[in-house]
């Protein structure tokens, strides 16, 4: 049975730091891609950073510079670490795990990704 499961969350004021990190069991992961999506209310889920099987990553412009992903296939983990968080960063974030052959690479569009975590909120606020 595939878990995901995040950590990590919370509240933090506007220049502050959080780390996400995503727990993977039930899958073999090194031969999945993994990815970090948010969703604000009222708003549709966007993908915000991934991290394919060899380590290489993509991320939105939005978040580019600030955050970083990674993977530890040795503890079955990926992780968001997010810097300079700002207001508009808030939402709930899901992690999620797409198997590589058909994910293909550090891929940002969600229907690619048949797992997924039940979320976690994240609120950049003063």
């Known amino acids: 049975q595939v878990q995901l499961t995040e950590t990590g969350g919370g509240l933090v004021q506007p220049g502050g730091s959080l780390t996400l990190s995503c727990a993977a069991s039930g899958f073999l992961f090194d031969d999945y891609d993994m990815a970090w999506f948010r969703q604000a209310p009222g708003q549709e889920r966007e993908g915000v950073a991934a991290v394919d099987v060899d380590g290489a990553t993509t991320y939105a412009v939005s978040v580019k510079g600030r955050f970083n992903c990674s993977r530890d296939g040795r503890v079955k983990r990926a992780y968001l670490q997010m810097n300079n968080l700002k207001p508009e960063d808030s939402g709930l974030y899901f992690c999620?795990?797409?198997?590589?052959?058909?994910?293909?690479?550090?891929?940002?569009?969600?229907?690619?990704?048949?797992?997924w975590g039940q979320g976690i909120q994240v609120t950049v606020s003063s």
């Open positions: 999620a795990a797409g198997a590589s052959w058909e994910v293909r690479g550090a891929n940002l569009a969600a229907h690619f990704y048949r797992n």
